[in-house]
Every structure is written in C-alpha cells, then in structure tokens.
C-alpha cells in the first residue's frame, strides 16, 4: 500500500512550507485535490469519536492545520451573527472562538447558509469567508489580523441565492471569488494586510464553484471557462473559454485540471495555452465535484452515481449507485472515497474493488450538506447543528 | 483619607487606561473600505485585547457610530477581553449593564452588552429582558417580544383567549422582525385580531405605474426612458409593442407586493415604472427598504439611491436598506422595475414592495 500513498504525494505539492501533509487547510484540502497527502489514511472502519454542538447553520467544510479544526456557521434570525471556532481535533475541545456581525447581505437560499465558503489557511493564518462577503483573517490562536467587508467595498457584489466560493490562498495571496450576475469580481489579497494585490471583473453570472491550484497558478471557474491567474499579480497565464459548470468545481493533479466542462474535459493549461486532452460527454459532474486517485476519475453525476474512468482519455470503467441525494463533494484517502449524504448515510467506497463497493456506512442521522475533510486518520463533517470527527 | 486615597488611585488608573486606550480605538474606527488602516488597527486590536475588564464600556463606546468594519473590529476585541473576564469572574456587570440602559449608546455595542450579561450572568439577562420592550435596537427587542409570545402561546393553552390575545398585541406593538411578526400576525388573526400589516411595517401601496418601456437584451436596464427625465402623470409614450401610459394602482397585498404583471399582464422583456409622494410629517433621516428580484433602480427626490440588475435569484421583505434623508413635505419616489427574458416558472415575478422606516425598523407613516 505504501508507494500508493507516495504516489499520491507526489501528485500534489502542497501551497505552503508551513502546511504539513496531514493538513486539510481548504476546501477539498491539499490544492484543493480533494485528496489527503498524508500516509496515515482513516481506512474504512470508522466511527465517531466525538461531536461538538454548533449554534449556527453552516455548509462550509471544517479544516484542520496541525492539532487545530477550524470551523464557521452562521446564526441568528437573519443569519448575520458569523462565528469561527476552533476545536481542538484531538479531542473536540473549543481553543476560541469568535463572534463577527455580517456587513453584506445574508439573504440566501434555504438549502444554503451565510456560513457557506469553507476557510482556508496559509498554515499561519485562518481566513474565514462568508456568503455576506465578510471576510476574517486570524492567527492560529484567534487574535484578529484584518478583515475585509467585501459587499461593503463593492456595493453590488452579492446574490441573492447567496454564495458560496471558498477562497484559496498561495504565494501570500489570498484569492476571493465573489462571483454573482451583477458586481462580478475576483480578488487577490495581501494575507499580512488585508489589502488589495489585484482586483478582477469576471464573468457576471451567479457561480458556486471554488478556484483549485494548478502548478502555482489559481484556476477560477465560471460559466464562461475556466482561467489560470498568477495569484500575485492577477495576470491570465491561460484561459479556457469553452464554458463550465457553475455549481461542481475542477478536479486537479500536478499534470492536469478536469473540468466540468461539456462533460468532463481534461486540460494541460501551461503559460499562454490551455490545451485540451480529451473530453467525456458521459462524465457529468452534479453539485458535487470530481478528484483523482491514481490513474482515475471519479466523477458523481446529478443521479447521485459515482462513475470511475481514466485520467489518459475519459474511458469509465464502473459505476456504482450510492444513497442520495448527496450534495457535498467526495474526498478520498488511500483506496478509499468518503462521501456524505444530505440524509446523514456518511459512505465509504472501496475504489479497488472491482465494480466499486460501499463495504460501510455511518447513519449520523442529520442533513448533510457539507464535503468531508481529512487530517490524521480522522474525518471531520459538519451538519446546521453538529461537528463530528470520525475515526 | 485612606479611602480618600485609593479612590484618587483608582481614578487615576482609570485615568492612565483611558487614556492608553484612545489611541488604539481611534486607530480601529479610522478603517474603512479595501482595508484602509488595517496594519495600525492589527496593532491597536492587540493593544486592546491586553486591557483590563474594567474597561470594557470604554471599548464598547469606542464603537458609538463607527462603521460596520470597525464595530466588528471593537465586537472581536470586546470577546476576547471578556472572555478572560468572565473567566476569572472580573465582568464588571454593573457598568456594563449601565452601557446597555444607556439608550444614547448605539445599538450595535448596546446589544454586545447584553450578549455578555446573558453569558455571565444569565438570570440578570432575563431580569432585564421585559425592560427591552420598546427598545431603540429591533435586535434587543427580539428578547421580551419572544417571552411576551410565549406567555400568550401559554395563556392560550389554558384557554384563556382574551388574556392571550393581549400578549400578542403587547409583542406585536414592539416586533421589528419579520420573522416574529408574522407569528403574531397569524395568532392574532386567529383570535379575531387582524393587523394591519401594511401600516405596522409602513409599506407604500398606492402608486402610479407606467409600462411596457422595452428590456430586450436587458437594455432596458440602462436605458433613460421618460419618466427618469419627466414626471408628466397625464402623458403617453411609445412602449414595446404598446403604448405606454400612467395607471393608478393600489396594492391589496399584505405585504405591499406592488405587481406589474396585474394591470399589464405577463409580459416579458420589459421595464415599468411606478411612481409616488411620500408626504413627511418632518425632515428626518430614514429608510427606504426594498424586497424585489428584478433588475431595479430607485430615486428619492430625483436622486439616485441604487441600482441592481440582478434577476430571479430571490427577493424578500428589506432584502436592501437604503438610507435616506426625507424633506419635510412632498417627496417624490421613483422606482424602475426590469423583467428579464427568461421563461421558467420562477421567473414570473415583475414586483417590489417598498416601506418607509427608520434604521431599526419602525415604520414612518406619510401625514394623511
């Protein structure tokens, strides 16, 4: 088992020297593969070790840096209170927590929350992102560095359904989409800061996807296609124009993006070109999005199947119906992929098996809407009213 | 003379962390947009957070009338000083509980103060909650409204009608909320005491509307067709398809729904306008919020309050506050409504609803 695991380390470097392998600092963790680095995979027989009450709805993934999850939700009649946490991942303990108000909108669709956008972290810092546009930058241990209002600075950049890109950060930049059909923006901000390092007009149109990281360049999606953006500077490096999905984001491996994209369509973008591999009408991504383990993809497409084909030319080679609906994304460790229905059925798929096999399932009997995350042998997954880590 | 003493200590010390503290909140209030100040308000904040309990109202008040960005500054610093605080039993309750009474202190700070006496002494929370009744905050006023609504949930399942029915008007004469007015509303309803929902939330019904104007492409948008240069009631213009000329409308809908498609049918790519005269009792600073999920644009007077060629992504009551500066007299409000091209169910929809109110929510009704 063990070159399989240096296999996938090697695929995926991670963003930050501060950041170790068993880190899950963003949404879809390392560069936002969807895929853990570590060598010490939670395999399948998990349980909960512990579950935290949470006072506040949230869809955002928890993320782990070191021994610390980090955690938003939002609460309060309009759901304006913000709150980040952190716990504890050994034992579930709250190290702090803090209470912001949001500046921006907090008008969302009910099967969404203000506390959308999972938080990432440099290692160093904790940058919490809300669908109002509040944005958070903490140290580790809670102190306040800066914050942003973004609808605040940028009056008409809101959605009414709200919002729920999470931003990236690389090369002490963070990358905020704030993508909706009125004030479409990116920005690319100073992590000591606070401040502006780029401002971009994008495509105005609502978009729910989350940029990955592709070969130090950040990949933001929309309607439109798919751009590679020099996360210092904001400068194209590439861009795709063949449209893309707006709700399931891009899978990514240290030689390829696969995009939701008329299908699924997997590029080599390098400086000045994007060119394309091949494309798969069959591999169509639902909300959730699709990763790559090995010399596979996974793709869940809107039936709530889970398809696996080859990166080298879209090929699929089972399919394999889980319990649905799901509208988090997969996330994958060793053999194995983990994914949460909105029913609470938390599934383990055993992708060695010949036609894929669910060989167990966790009843957390809770909606769940959120995408795991993974760090130490544990997985962490969070409802509108619990954390839980499974071990 | 000893106690002389260390009272003038005290002061003075008072006196030292004051003064110690007002540079770091002048520092925190002077952020504002795309992170301007962030790095001196990073220092202030640290220097904050290392002040004693005592101070706590200080750093409260630092957040009278500062902006949005700095409240949440000052709301950070607040939890993490109290944190400690209530940890080591150092809250000082009373001064804090005194920063609450004191309604001259902006809500914002006024509702962080009573967060923390719900923390640390949460039997002295509930003491003070009927006293938030007709509190300045909508926030605040959450607090006794749902115990006054609980009282009457109470009173009506030992059948005791009249005495419910009198707790429900009691909150409902304070509810802010949507939320908790529409509880109440039906509750009462219920018991044969319909309210009027309009007047409590201060919606405008009765307007002037004009279209079809075209929105082809949502061009319309952008375009300055008649009325945004002349409000002439008794004039026709060219429209799309028809001609376009002005239409008294009242709106029958509890919740203010001003609906195009009644009078001028379902009809698509297209901009109406509605128009009407908010007469003020004073000149007084107030509100116009608006709910609507077409592409919109509002004016106050013949000024332009906002624009947002949003559509079909949802509407709801207050969805955008704008504040605003009402004249003593005739004001003149203009609203742009753009229905877009798309065909689904849920984007039939060409509305608004509009209120008038001041910043916690209290409607202000136009001189009859």
């Known amino acids: ?391 | 003379m000893k106690a002389a003493l260390i009272s003038c200590l005290t002061l003075s010390s008072i006196a030292v962390q004051a003064a110690s503290l007002s540079a770091p909140l002048e520092d925190i209030r002077a952020v504002n947009r795309e992170g301007s100040g962030n790095e001196k308000a990073t220092r202030a904040w640290q220097q904050l957070t290392q002040a004693d309990p005592s101070t706590l109202p200080e750093v409260l008040a630092g957040m009278n009338g500062a902006n949005p960005l700095a409240e949440n500054w000052l709301r950070a610093a607040v939890g993490v000083i109290a944190d400690q605080a209530i940890l080591a039993k150092k809250l000082p309750i009373e001064s804090v509980q005194a920063f609450l009474a004191d309604t001259k202190n902006s809500s914002a700070p006024r509702v962080v103060a009573f967060d923390l006496i719900q923390r640390a002494q949460p039997e002295l929370a509930e003491k003070i909650t009927p006293s938030l009744l007709e509190d300045p905050s909508s926030e605040l006023r959450r607090h006794p409204v749902s115990k006054l609504l609980h009282a009457g949930d109470e009173e009506l399942a030992q059948g005791r009608k009249d005495e419910a029915t009198n707790a429900y008007l009691k909150a409902m004469n304070s509810a802010r909320d949507e939320d908790q007015i529409k509880d109440l509303a039906k509750k009462l309803k219920d018991l044969g005491k319909p309210v009027d929902l309009p007047k409590h939330f201060g919606f405008l019904m009765d307007w002037k509307l004009i279209a079809p104007f075209t929105n082809v492409e949502r061009k319309g948008f952008d375009t300055e067709f008649p009325p945004e240069k002349e409000i002439k009631l008794d004039a026709s213009y060219p429209g799309k398809n028809a001609e376009a000329k002005w239409i008294d409308f009242t709106s029958k809908d509890e919740y203010g729904q001003i609906d195009f498609n009644k009078p001028f049918t379902m009809l698509k790519e297209v901009t109406g306008y509605a128009y009407t005269e908010f007469d003020s009792v004073e000149a007084r600073d107030a509100q116009i919020r608006l709910g609507c999920k077409d592409g919109w644009k509002v004016w106050l007077n013949g000024e332009l309050l906002f624009a947002r060629d949003e559509y079909h992504r949802g509407a709801k009551l207050d969805q955008y506050k704008l504040p605003v500066k009402l004249k003593k007299g005739k004001n003149s409000i203009l609203v742009k409504c753009c229905q877009n091209e798309q065909t689904e169910s849920w984007t039939v929809e060409w509305q608004f609803q509009l209120r008038v109110c001041d910043d916690t929510g209290t409607a202000i009704l136009a001189k009859k």
């Open chain 1, 1 to 391: 088992m063990k070159p399989f695991f240096n296999l996938l380390s090697s695929l995926i470097l991670l963003p930050s020297a501060l950041l170790s392998a068993a880190d899950w600092p963003q949404f879809r963790g390392p560069n936002a593969s969807a895929v853990s680095t570590e060598t010490k995979a939670p395999g399948p027989k998990l349980a909960a070790a512990w579950s935290i009450d949470l006072p506040g709805r949230g869809l955002s993934s928890p993320i782990v840096v070191g021994d610390k999850v980090f955690i938003t939700c939002s609460s309060g009649p309009d759901q304006a209170n913000l709150h980040v946490f952190c716990f504890s991942a050994a034992d579930g303990k709250k190290l702090w927590e803090r209470v912001m108000k949001a500046t921006g909108r907090t008008m969302a669709h009910n099967k969404t929350s203000v506390a959308a956008p999972t938080p990432c972290s440099d290692g160093k810092r904790v940058f919490a992102l809300y669908s109002s546009n509040d944005l958070f930058a903490f140290d580790l241990d809670g102190n306040l560095l800066w914050l942003r209002g973004l609808t605040y600075d940028y009056s008409n950049a809101s959605n009414s359904l709200g919002m729920s890109s999470s931003p990236v950060v690389l090369d002490e930049t963070l990358v905020v989409q704030s993508e909706n059909d009125s004030e479409s923006i990116a920005v690319g901000i100073d992590v000591v800061t606070g401040k502006n390092r780029w401002k971009k007009e994008r495509p105005k149109a609502a978009n729910w996807t989350s940029a990955v990281v592709y070969q130090n360049v950040v990949a933001l999606q929309s309607s439109k296609g798919l751009t590679g953006v020099n996360p210092k500077t904001g400068e194209i490096e590439w861009d795709y124009t063949d449209g893309a999905g707006t709700i399931p984001s891009s899978a990514v491996t240290q030689n390829a993006i696969y995009v939701p994209s008329n299908g699924l369509t997997a590029l080599a973008p390098e400086r000045g070109a994007a060119s394309q591999l091949w494309r798969a009408a069959g591999l169509k991504p639902g909300t959730g999005s699709p990763l790559v383990i090995g010399d596979s993809i996974y793709v869940l497409n809107g039936t709530g199947v889970l398809i696996k084909a080859s990166i080298a030319n879209g090929d699929e080679a089972w399919k394999l119906r889980l319990k649905g609906p799901l509208s988090g994304s997969p996330v994958a460790a060793g053999q194995y992929i983990y994914i949460v229905s909105e029913r609470g059925d938390f599934q383990v798929i055993d992708t060695t098996a010949k036609e894929g096999e669910v060989i167990h399932t966790i009843e957390l009997n809770d909606t769940l809407l959120c995408t795991p995350a993974i760090s130490n042998g544990a997985i962490f997954v969070r409802s509108d009213k619990k954390l839980w880590k499974l071990q």
